[in-house]
């Protein structure tokens, strides 16, 4: 059967909706007698609550109530942890401790919510805010990772001896072993700072308990509108049946909105179950950047083994991350930047003592890349290093590296996020990387264009890097296809959207099965009520693992379809074919019936259902992958610097992306295209600077920037694939890969295009600042040449 | 309790009538007083361009705007731009280009090109890229916009 519709470049069904202003996302939920709420959050990071006094803010008029952590009883619990450690890694240590609805005795990061108001309007509710009498003593804050462990420390969670929330190693091979054969050693500390998602919508929740039919309904911009579910039924008592969590369309997700729970989200549900009426919350942008999850800061001590022709023998890194006042992600986060410092290469011996602590900021949680590019960060800067103390090309030296295309699947011999080892189930790396060069015109730019540049006395580099990406994790997703009486083809499945085109990619894979148009395919996802079993979006998994159970599941329709088809048509289920809606003999295609009228009689009025078989041609469906799917890629890009400004503008960024099989390519690129726009962000442009009171000095899009059309480049895209063999489809995930590379890409290339005054750029995010404070240390070292 | 004031507005060629405090913003006005919630809310600051509507044909940025200030003027919001039976070549160029992926900030892109387009109706891609870099997009890193321009600017031409 072929394959008509997967890899087809089609543009999207939704859009129509989204572009006229037609689609639902939170803030447009209107239900009748509706309140609005309005948290009262801590300016301090890290403070006692010695006393709340809500009586005033009761008063107002306008306001129905007012509700602080005393009030909330025996619900308020901190929250489940959502990832605990790994159990497959010896000698772990690990201290879950997990965010509160609202602040009970102690604040431990600058925006904790501290009580919530309910009212008539947002306004009202804003300004009985300031009618609340709020007693904090501030404590130190803990904002310095390496202060953080330091003896006399402000302890956070006063239970704990310290601010340590994990420590593990992981190795393989001997690294001290590997470290006295070398021929050189290159050690270096790299420092990695937070960024924001700071998708163009905030966070919002509407919940609503209806008493009588004695049912929850909750609206929110979460992208795991299942496990919310689950969890909110566990906690207030009720059946998960009673409880349906909708994410409609959401703006943006790239990993913050996955929580179990935010406050907001445990607040508003008690709130409505109290109040017997329908609460709405739209967190504003000042507050998404204290109250959203973020990501990013590590330090990392770190060492490179090599022979003197460039061939790693062995790596050490031994790194802080700090996951923020909180830690119900687990080590995700860390453990994908343990793995993806081994990037696509050959490293026989590594070692890593990854220590995690808390600090007073916001909680980490994965956002875009979730730790890799961190990971990427390190090896490659290392590689470029070696480079360039060998002697040896930037592209040469990693190709000396590659792993070769014969050793999948390649089992790294640590364990990775997903708790099982880190194995590569395909790729080939060498093509990547030499397309890539070939693409920017690497060779010739080095020998010709850039000496001719350089001796204009313009400041000219170009950077290459590649990188793999580990994808598709499991546990599972599921679907349910069904034909309808009138011929169209509905599906559900449990992970939400968030602008990833899931409606039209995953339509292309059901309409391939059953012969019908893409268009008369109806998707519905981020709904329990119509799917409830899954996890959610997240980790470049949605078209590995919600892609492979719609296929699975229209594959079985497609099984019943036959069969019923051939019992109608008096004929062997290998003589017929489905296309356009119906199912025709293929030799006398007069002999057809519609899709429509099988679902019909399939599901009789009169007559029975024989046993053993279901009503309809409908069938659900899992895919649970044992491993991820290795994507792989490489990013290359010219660029040049002015040394008085420090401005840098991109004269070209090209990119090789191996995801597999591509379900719809143009969504591909658009993946891609945005991956790389965030990367520049985090590269250049984004920080979130916090004073050592823990006070974040940047909140708002004024002084946090997020690149604009100016600063994000065309980026020219080829693809290669490397099929994965876990899934039918072949598929791997790609959410993430056009961000991994770049912070590491922007070091070199600046460090290129800057060689005379021979900079070492050893942190991220970076900035014109900073640029500037190491060109002005090498004119002051007098190593400018 | 705060004075009220009549505010008296044409929206999408529409006369709406509505009483309201002085400090209702024209984004909340639109969204929820005339439920109007094509014009999206990201930042209330004045940075992302969201928000972007057309005031007397001028792109300006609604959550910067108090809904009082519209007394008497006319505004354009995507909702009257197309329907999804007649999309706007704008609105099919976007489609077509795939420049929309969550589209929350669509419609303030759409709103503030209608009045570029017009002034420059063959537009160069460093025109275009400047044109529209008041309006943020997190997820498309705003190559397959652009092109959607230069498609829509191509439609429109003929």
Known sequence: MAKKYVGQRMTRTEDPRLLTGQALFVDDVDLPDMLHAAFLRSDHAHARLKSIDVSAARERPGVVAVYTAEDMGDIWQPGPPLVSPPPTVEDIVFHSRTQVPLVKDKVRLAGEPLAVVIAESRYIAEDALDDIAVDLEPLGAVVDLEKALEPDAPVIHDDLDSNLAAHLVQQKGDYAAAREKADLVIKRRILIDRGTAAAMENRGIVAHWDEKSQHLTLWDTTQAPIPVRNGLAGMFGLSPTQVRVIAPFVGGGFGPKIMMFYPEEVCLTWATMKVGRPIKWIEDRRENFYATNQERGQVHDAELALTRDGRILGLRDDFIHDTGAYDPYGLTVPLNTQCHVLGPYEIPSFYSDLKMVFTNRPIVSPLRGAGRPQGVYVIERLLDIASKELGIDRVEIRKRNFLPPDVFPYDNQIIDQAFVPLVYDSGNYLPILEKAAAMIGYDKFVKEEQPRLRAEGRHVGIGIVCFIETTGIGPYEGARVTVETSGKISVATGVGTQGQGHFTSFAQIVADQLGVSPRDVRLVTGDTAEFHWGTGTFASRGAVVAGNAVHAAASSVRAKVLKLASKVLEVPEEELELEDGQVRVADAPQQSISLGELAVLANPLRGAVEPGTEPGLESTDYFGPKYGATASGAHAMILEVDPETMLVEIKRYVLVEDCGTMLNPLIVEGQLQGGVGMGIGSSYYEQLIYDENGQLLNASFADYLVPTASEVPRVEIAHLETPSPLNPLGTKGVGEGGCLPVPCLFAQTLEDALADYNIEVLETPMSPNKLFELLEAARGAGRET | ?158
């Open chain 2, 1 to 158: 309790m705060n004075d009220l004031f009549t505010v008296t507005v044409t929206v999408n060629g529409t006369q709406y009538e509505r009483t309201v405090e002085p400090r209702l913003l024209l984004s909340d006005f639109l969204r929820h007083e005339l439920g109007l919630t094509g014009t999206h809310v990201g930042c209330e600051h004045g940075v992302c361009g969201a928000c972007t509507v057309l005031f007397d044909g001028a792109p300006v940025r609604s959550c910067l705007m108090f809904a009082v200030q519209a007394n008497g003027h006319e505004i354009l919001t995507v909702e009257g731009l197309g329907t999804m039976d007649d999309l706007h070549p704008l609105q099919e160029a976007f489609r077509e280009a795939h420049g929309v992926q969550c589209g929350f900030c669509t419609p303030g892109f759409l709103m503030s090109l209608v009045p570029f387009l017009e002034e420059n109706p063959d537009p160069t891609e460093e025109e275009i890229r400047e044109a529209i870099s008041g309006n943020l997009c997190r997820c498309t890193g705003y190559q397959h916009i652009v092109d959607a321009v230069q498609l829509a600017a191509e439609k429109m031409r003929t």
